[in-house]
Every structure is written in structure tokens, then in C-alpha cells.
């Protein structure tokens, strides 16, 4: 699986978006970018995943470089709850989920 | 709602106890996992099985077993316990690839502290 890059804090405030930003540049033609968030004290729960479209869902967007080297989430209105750390995968969609590997990740504090 | 359980969220043991870790998920999904995650060192992929019976060793299976009976149970065991095995655990579950969404699932977490 292709290695990521994430800077490792961000802080947002309460209410605005939250871009997170994260590079992948020795992805393959067959890897999907996949998006989770780990809440202190929790499991890691899944977001959005893409393959090269940008993407939506109730929880957040994730817009997807045309070269598909980086990828950014997108949290459109960032509450307190939104606190976590944010893992950004890359795996091939015939690669086990479970075998994925996550890396430090971005802790995203959101300030009232 | 779809579940992953791990039986406890904190637990305390002794050096050299033998412990079991219990994961049960609702979902009838053919793979399990079992991570530790520590400061510094994200998660790490201790064991994972991908039907009854079978198992399959990860990046850090020294210390561990698991066994799985059953589809929706997966146990670590810890055969004789050490600080150093101290550590936040988590499990998991997926569908297998290929078959819709394979994101995976995961439990809440047991914190596991060896004294």
C-alpha cells in the first residue's frame, strides 16, 4: 500500500471547515484513498472513501487531486465533537480492510 | 446498527496471568483483526483471521494467540502476561474485499494494563 503524509496537528474553529490535507504521491492506478477518524478513547471509524472522483457523505467530503497525489477531507462545519485524530489510508480495494496501515495521523482539535 | 464488542473496556491484570480478550461483531463478516496501538507507534496488526479456524500471524504476533470458534468471535489470548504487553487493543471486522464497501469496523477498545 502507497505511504501517506499528514501533518500532525491542526486546529480549527468551532463552526468552520476543517481541511485536512494529505499527500500520497507513490499511489497506484488500483488504490483508493480511504479516510478514518479515531475519537480519544474509541476504535477508529471509517469516514468517505474515492478512488479519483471527489465524494460526499453525511459525515464529510473528500476532494481528490486530478493526479491523485493528495487528497484533502473536508469537515464542512466543525463542532467540539469532531476532536480526533484523522487517518488518512491508501489501499488497494482488493486488499483486506483490516490490513491497513495507519500511520501517527492528524490530531484536529476544534476551538470554541 | 453495526457492531463490533470487545468484552471489556478496561481490565488489569498481573504478570505471568494467562488473559483472554473477547471480539464479538453482528455483521457475519468472514474477517476479524486484532491490533494494539501505543503511543507513538499507531496501530500495529497483531493477528487476523479470515474464516473459523483459520489464522493468520500479523507484524507482531510474539506474546499472542487467538483463537476463532466461531464467525462472529474472534479471542486474543495472552498465553503468559507482561508489562510491556500493556497496551491499548483493538479489534476488528470486514467484509471480505471486493464486496461492496470494505471499510473496516472496529471495536471500542480494551485497555490492558499488566502490573
Known amino acids: 500500500d502507497a505511504k501517506t503524509t499528514q501533518p500532525p496537528s491542526m486546529d480549527c474553529a468551532e463552526g468552520r471547515a476543517a481541511n485536512l490535507p494529505c499527500n500520497h504521491s507513490t499511489i497506484s492506478g488500483n488504490e483508493y484513498v480511504y479516510w478514518y477518524r479515531q475519537i480519544h478513547s474509541q476504535g ?14 453525511e459525515m464529510a467530503s473528500l476532494i ?35 490490513k491497513s496501515t495507519f500511520g501517527d495521523g492528524t490530531t484536529l482539535t476544534v476551538k470554541p | 446498527d453495526v457492531k463490533v464488542t470487545q468484552s471489556s473496556r478496561y481490565l488489569v491484570k498481573r504478570t505471568g496471568e494467562k488473559v483472554f480478550l ?9 474477517n476479524m483483526f486484532w491490533y494494539r496501538q501505543d503511543p507513538g507507534l499507531g496501530l500495529r496488526l497483531i493477528y487476523f483471521s ?16 487467538v483463537s476463532r470458534e466461531k464467525k462472529e468471535r474472534f479471542s486474543l489470548i495472552l498465553e503468559s502476561a507482561s ?26 477498545g480494551t485497555r490492558l494494563t499488566v502490573v
Open chain 1, 64 to 98: 481528490i487531486t486530478e493526479d491523485r497525489k493528495s487528497s484533502t477531507l473536508i469537515l464542512p462545519h466543525a463542532t467540539l465533537r469532531d476532536t480526533a485524530v484523522y487517518y488518512c489510508i491508501v489501499r488497494d480495494y482488493n486488499t483486506n480492510a483490516g
Open chain 2, 22 to 30: 473477547e471480539c464479538v461483531q453482528d455483521m457475519d463478516h468472514e
Open chain 2, 83 to 108: 508489562t510491556n504487553q500493556t497496551s491499548m487493543y483493538l479489534c476488528a471486522s470486514s467484509p471480505v474485499p471486493g464486496q461492496g464497501n470494505t471499510e473496516a469496523f472496529f471495536g471500542q
Open chain 2, 50 to 65: 479470515y474464516d473459523v479456524k483459520m489464522k493468520e500471524k500479523g507484524d507482531i504476533p510474539e506474546g499472542y494467540s
Open chain 1, 44 to 57: 477508529p471509524q471509517y469516514i468517505i472513501h474515492g478512488l479519483k472522483n471527489n465524494e460526499t457523505n
